[in-house]
Structures are given as structure tokens and as C-alpha cells.
């Protein structure tokens, strides 16, 4: 576990970067108005990694793009406040509500300069009509103010700390002529490049083979320790949440639905959807020749859902699960479950025993390298 961990408890809102309190999104469609957040609460810390996990169309990315400033034209808040802390130009801490300001302004004064993303698919993120070095270079010049040689010495130096050979030759070349991970570590590169507080990371490794997947996370972690930034994960892939986390947030249906330190989350779930999440990864360890899959699909979200958006897709869940939708209750420590079935009148439910077993073998498996 982690030397952050291990000090969460301990931490004062001085600590806090990002506060997200009840948010509510939604967006206008032709077929009416989608529902795709509905009262999200967050908080991320100074050099922490929050990994927020779901199926796709939970509103892991929503959450985050609306932080950028780069939620879709028929997009809307409905409620909430995204609160961000940080040092401004004459060197004093500020606090600013990012939902009060407009999208154009948080793109110009925060996005690149004070939060920053590497989105998962680094040739569309990438312009291939301009060089590495002149994409890396915009930034900087733009909000530094940096001259244009200073940058480009920047620049270099920054495609060194990223891990590219030769970054003075790489520099000039453009995106085509870079591999896979050579081009996701330039979009890192551009993203670092205004030494940003919080680094999103939005399924940095999907279009990545394993061998790159792994380097491009060592890469991420060995940058946030050197530079002290908090980092945001979004993705489905619950063995890169084992890699990075220090907390993780559980998504379903535009809600969190579970929250807690990593080894709360992965050796103590609580929630029947985060049952079927751990259930459902790869294991050469499992007997079973079949993958398990949580059955049903997400909800409709044109309405919004009655109860617990899960019930229906929740073998164990109860009546009033149909009839209202759950608090979030407190089961120890940092761990944080919506979920009826924690009520203390609940009646007691364990979970699947395969993946108790695999609970087990994944506790024994990190003894070996403590």
C-alpha cells in the first residue's frame, strides 16, 4: 500500500484539489433529455490517484470533460459545484467553482495549464499536420508565455522524460511516423508540458499491446512522484486500477455507487454490481472455462431510474430497492457503499463464493510482495 494511503486519514482541506459536491448532468437529445449524472460527490488530494471504474456509459468520462471544460454543445449542469484549488499567478492559493464559469474560460485559463489529459487514443488526439515539437510547444508558449527557443529546449527535454530516444530527431517528426506508445508518451509529453496539477488520465492504455500498456502506467506513476500531481484513471480495466490506485470510485448509471481505498474496493466489496465487476475480470487461476458476465443491460437513462438503477440487473436485491433509491452508507474506514442491502435491517448476503476464493487467491498473491 501506498506511503499516501497511508496518510488519507490524516489529510486537511488544505490537502483537497478538487471537490465535486451533488453534481448533476444531463444531456438534449432527440429522443428527450438524458440523465447522465445525477448527483456525483468526489474529492481528489494533492499527489493522489482516484481510478473511476464502470461499464461504458456510466458517465466516467462526462464527470471528467466537464472539468476540462469540453462537455458536448447539448450538454447541460443541472446542479452541483466542481470546486478547484490551486496556486495563481501572483503565487496565492485560489478556490474558483468551475461550474459558474464558462467553457471557453476554464479551456483558456485551466485546461493544459492546470489540469491536464491524456485521452485514450493517441492519434486522434495528435494533429498529424504539425510536428511532435511544434504540438508540444503550443501549450507552453500559449500559457507560460515561454519564447519560442525556450520551449523548444522544453520540449526536448520533455520527450526525454517521457522515455523517446533521440528526442532532438523526434522532435521534428510527425505523428505517423511514431509507434503506438511513442505517440501516447508524446500526448503525455504535451499534457505535462504546463506542469499541471491534475493529470486525467482517460483510458490512457486501451489502444496500447500489454508490454506498452505496462510501461506507459510505469511511466505515469514515476512522473506523478517526481512532480507531486494528482492523478484521475478513468477506465473499465479493473487490473489497471490494481496497478495505480490509491482510492477508486465505482460508477453506475451517471452514480457512484462505491467508493473506498483500493484494498477496500478489491478485497472487501460490498456492492453487488462491484461483485460482478471483480467477477468478471481474466483469471489463469480460475478453474472455470467461462468469463463471467453481469447479466441484464445499463438503464434507460431518458427516465430516471426509480429506485436503484442496478435493481433490475441484481439478483439479490430487495423490494425497496424498486422503491427508493439508497443512501450512502458508511461500512468502515474510507469505503462508502449506495446499496440497500448494507442497511443494517437488511437481510445479511454474501457474496458469490467464486469470487470470495478469488479474493482469497488475489490476498495471498500480495503477500508474496510485501
Known amino acids: 500500500?501506498?506511503?499516501?494511503?497511508?496518510?488519507?486519514?490524516?489529510?486537511?482541506?488544505?490537502?483537497?484539489?478538487?471537490?465535486?459536491?451533488?453534481?448533476?448532468?444531463?444531456?438534449?437529445?432527440a429522443s428527450g433529455t438524458v440523465n447522465a449524472i445525477r448527483g456525483v460527490r468526489m474529492d481528489l488530494y494533492k499527489g493522489e490517484t482516484i481510478a473511476i471504474v464502470g461499464e461504458s456509459g456510466s458517465g466516467k468520462s462526462v464527470t471528467v470533460k466537464t472539468i476540462m471544460g469540453i462537455l458536448a454543445n447539448n450538454g447541460h449542469i443541472d446542479k452541483g459545484s466542481i470546486m478547484y484549488t490551486f496556486t495563481n499567478e501572483k503565487g496565492e492559493k485560489e478556490t474558483v467553482d468551475m461550474v459558474k464559469l464558462s467553457q471557453k474560460e476554464i479551456r483558456y485559463r485551466f485546461a493544459g495549464r492546470h489540469i491536464a489529459m491524456v485521452f485514450q487514443d493517441p492519434m486522434t488526439s495528435l494533429d498529424p499536420t504539425m510536428t511532435i515539437g511544434r504540438q508540444i510547444m503550443e501549450g507552453m508558449i500559449l500559457h507560460t508565455g515561454l519564447s519560442k527557443d525556450e520551449a523548444k529546449k522544453r520540449a526536448i527535454e520533455l520527450l526525454g522524460e517521457v522515455g523517446i530516444e533521440n528526442p532532438e530527431k523526434r522532435f521534428s517528426e510527425y505523428p505517423h511516423q511514431l509507434s503506438g506508445g511513442m505517440r501516447q508518451r508524446v500526448v503525455i509529453a504535451i499534457a505535462l508540458a504546463c506542469d499541471p496539477d491534475i493529470l486525467i488520465c482517460d483510458e490512457p492504455t486501451t489502444a496500447l499491446d500489454v508490454t506498452i500498456q505496462a510501461k506507459i502506467l510505469e511511466l505515469i506513476k514515476k512522473i506523478q512522484v517526481e512532480k507531486g500531481i494528482s492523478v484521475i484513471y478513468i477506465t473499465h480495466d479493473l487490473g489497471v486500477v490494481a496497478k495505480v490506485a490509491d482510492y477508486v470510485d465505482v460508477m453506475y448509471a451517471g452514480r457512484i455507487i462505491e467508493k473506498g481505498l483500493i484494498n477496500e474496493i478489491f478485497y472487501?466489496?460490498?456492492?453487488?454490481?462491484?461483485?460482478?465487476?471483480?467477477?468478471?475480470?481474466?483469471?489463469?487461476?480460475?478453474?472455470?472455462?467461462?468469463l463471467y458476465a453481469i447479466p441484464g443491460t445499463p438503464p434507460n437513462l431518458l427516465e430516471k431510474p426509480k429506485g436503484d438503477a442496478f435493481a433490475p440487473r441484481n439478483k439479490f436485491a430487495l423490494k425497496i430497492d424498486y422503491l427508493a433509491e439508497p443512501p450512502m452508507y458508511n461500512v468502515g474506514g474510507m469505503h462508502r457503499v449506495a446499496s440497500w442491502l448494507c442497511d443494517p435491517r437488511a437481510p445479511k448476503v454474501e457474496m458469490p463464493v467464486e469470487l470470495q476464493e478469488r479474493i482469497a487467491k488475489m490476498k495471498e498473491e500480495n503477500r508474496k510482495y510485501e
Open 268 to 290: 472487501d466489496p460490498r456492492h453487488p454490481y462491484t461483485w460482478g465487476l471483480l467477477a468478471s475480470m481474466p483469471d489463469t487461476e480460475t478453474n472455470s472455462t467461462r
Open 1 to 29: 500500500m501506498s506511503e499516501i494511503v497511508k496518510e488519507i486519514k490524516k489529510r486537511s482541506k488544505e490537502d483537497r484539489v478538487l471537490s465535486i459536491r451533488d453534481l448533476e448532468i444531463s444531456f438534449e437529445t
